[in-house]
């Protein structure tokens, strides 16, 4: 069987995402693209009758992967994908092969300005942080993940922010993202973990950031380098999704990476 490579999206995404990316991998590996609860295709329980938290979802992946008879994978982590992924590969390190990173992060430093809001509701979760939260979920701002700071817009699908925004507006999905948007400073408190996981484990990484994204910073995207040796950084020219307007180049950067790491 070919490597495995567990495709894991963010805020406010989901496996769609990577609907480019998979074919250009499916030469080489086993893809796997999963939506996490509440995202996507997959199931939508209430925020009251299932607990929306970083752990649950990677405990959710975890089980999916061993229902799959997956043993040893690659993580591409987006976003909220970084949470579930070093969550994963901390329970796990024997499992993971590696990761590929776009745009997510393990030190404080790489939270860029939109993370003001999150703050604001871990202090003082009260109507109006609450309402400032969910205003991260109104059309406008998911069009602007997509847009702000693309290199070629023309590239980038409608397709993509609106069906985030699809998934988005389903009744009841907003109380599951406050959830998660106030259960993401466990993420925070648990870096020192994932650091501490990368500088003992020492996982190859290649980093493929959108250098113009304005929700991660660069300091986010350089900071890998300071705890693997084996860490690869490619700043690309495009936003938070840049993988919509460089799917070939990362699919090509990823199959060199792991060629050169262990010859696939």
Known sequence: MNPAIILLHGFPSSSHMFRNLIPLLADRYYVIAPDYP???????????????????LSLIIEELLHQLCISKYILYCHDYGGPVGFRLAVRQP?????????????????LGQPFDVFKALWSDPNPQTK???????DYEFTKKQYLYGAC??????????NMDQFFLDRPGNADIQLALGYDYQTNVEQYPIWQHYLQMYQPPILVTWGKNDFIFTLQGAYAFQSYVTYAETHLLCGGHFVLEEANYAIANLIKSFFCRMYGF
């Open 38 to 56: 509440g995202f996507g295709n997959s199931s939508m329980p209430k925020a009251d009758s299932f607990s929306y938290t970083f752990e649950n």
């Open 131 to 137: 309402a400032d939260f969910a205003a991260l979920g």
């Open 94 to 110: 024997q499992r993971i092969l590696g990761f590929v990173i776009q745009n997510a992060v393990i030190t404080e430093e790489g």
């Open 152 to 161: 070629h817009p023309f590239l980038i699908s409608p397709d993509g922010y």
